[in-house]
């Protein structure tokens, strides 16, 4: 048997052993649906004809064009998980006794799919819609006999933002969502002047991250050890702008804080 039968067979004994509780393990998140709208309007002007309310297609640019089919592309369908805030690259580690938890994990087993986490307002305590994907990965999970307990540790991977009205699956136990995956997102169109500031700003983060550990070690927040820890998960920094910047904010924002 394969390590992840083995887990997917433990974590169904834990559920048949786990009595069903009535909690909030997601909380459920309102946000407008903006994308999905953006789909339906641009369907019917594409699809419009002579007897639809909708007969004078809408008139779009390539732009528009192409914007419209890197949604369509790029949404889908994933369970989500109000927990942490998360930026690409970072590790968090999850300890749940809660047999919602486990049946997360076992779903996600099963269908080979990705969680969409998300953080807090930290103002407002409402879920963000903005957060990152994590896969489950077997390798990564331990489970506890005696405490019922899933354990398991998570790597943010691509950007993603919530479009729907989240709903509960069929067991009652997690939520899921339709979102899009942001890191195919076209980039704002800059002038030349802004993308050479834009490097130029770039430029200077190496730099200013080998202060900023500086800075770190000397206020004692933590040692060489749990620096390098924290710069070995990141990996190396990247060359592109905008990952760059992904990787700054994630070493300046370690998950545990400092």
């Not at 896969?135 to 943010?156: A, M």
């Not at 009205?165 to 002047?193: A, C, H, M």
Request: proline share 6%; charged share 20%.
């Amino acid at each position: 048997m394969s390590r992840l039968s083995m887990i997917v067979s433990a974590l169904s004994l834990f559920l048949c052993q786990s009595e069903v509780m009535v909690s909030a393990f997601s909380i459920p998140m309102t946000t407008g649906n903006r994308r999905a709208t953006q789909l339906s309007v641009l369907e019917k002007g594409l699809h419009a004809d002579d007897s639809s309310e909708y007969a004078t297609p809408l008139k779009l640019t390539m732009e528009d064009m192409e914007r419209f089919q890197t949604l369509k592309t790029s949404s889908t369908t994933m369970p989500i998980l109000i927990l942490d805030s998360m930026l690409p690259k970072q590790e968090l580690s999850i300890d749940s006794s809660d047999p919602k938890m486990a049946r997360l994990v076992h779903y996600c087993l099963e269908n080979n799919c990705e969680i969409a986490m998300l953080g807090l307002n930290p103002t407002t305590g409402a879920p963000l819609s903005r957060g990152v994907t994590v896969r489950v990965d077997e390798s990564k999970i331990q489970l506890s006999p005696t405490t019922k307990s899933v354990i398991l540790s998570v790597t943010g991977g691509r950007r993603m933002e919530v479009q729907s009205q989240p709903w509960l699956d069929d067991s009652g136990s997690f939520y899921l969502s339709n979102v899009e995956l942001i890191d195919t997102r076209k980039e704002p169109s800059l002038s030349r002047e802004q993308q050479t500031l834009v490097h130029q700003l770039s430029d200077t983060l190496p730099k200013a991250i080998r202060t900023w550990s500086r800075w770190v070690l000397k206020s004692g927040k933590t040692d060489k050890e749990g620096l390098q820890a924290i710069m070995d998960g990141l990996g190396p920094m990247p060359t592109d702008v905008t990952e760059r910047a992904f990787w700054v904010a994630a070493a300046l924002n370690p998950l545990p804080s400092l």
